[in-house]
């Protein structure tokens, strides 16, 4: 199993700018897909982006496409989610999730991930 921290999160004014790392612990992340799924009170948590293990093959929810951006280092170890044009309703708990596949694709279901970090609180201000 790997370990998976998240860090990077922050209160933040609508329009602003965060970027979230999710760093590997354990073992490298060379042979996993990552996502970041969110879960704002009272809500399902839901994709918001995922990378492929090689990286070439990205995703995001229509909610973030054009505003965050998913990014893996070459040493896969960190992958890092950059929240740009922050809205309020991006406000939540943001997670890191780690799926080993031998498939070059990030899943955008939850349940098909079985590595999480704690999370890290985002909260956009208006």
């Known amino acids: 199993q790997v370990q998976l921290v998240e860090s990077g999160g922050g209160l933040v004014q609508a329009g602003g700018s965060l970027r979230l790392s999710c760093v590997a612990s354990?073992?490298?992340?060379?042979?996993?897909?990552v996502g970041w799924f969110r879960q704002a009170p009272g809500r399902e948590r839901e994709f918001v982006a995922g990378?492929?293990?090689?990286?070439?093959?990205?995703n995001y929810a229509d909610s973030v496409k054009g505003r965050f951006s998913i990014s893996r280092d070459n040493a896969k170890i960190t992958v890092a989610l950059q929240m740009n044009s922050l809205k309020t309703e991006d406000t939540a708990v943001y997670y890191c999730?780690?799926?080993?596949?031998?498939?070059?694709?990030?899943?955008?279901?939850?349940?098909?991930?079985?590595?999480w970090g704690q999370g890290t609180q985002v909260t956009v201000s208006s």
């Open positions: 999730a780690a799926q080993v596949t031998y498939s070059d694709y990030a899943s955008t279901a939850g349940d098909l991930y079985d590595n």
């Open positions: 354990g073992r490298t992340l060379r042979n996993y897909a």
């Open positions: 990378i492929s293990r090689s990286g070439t093959r990205i």
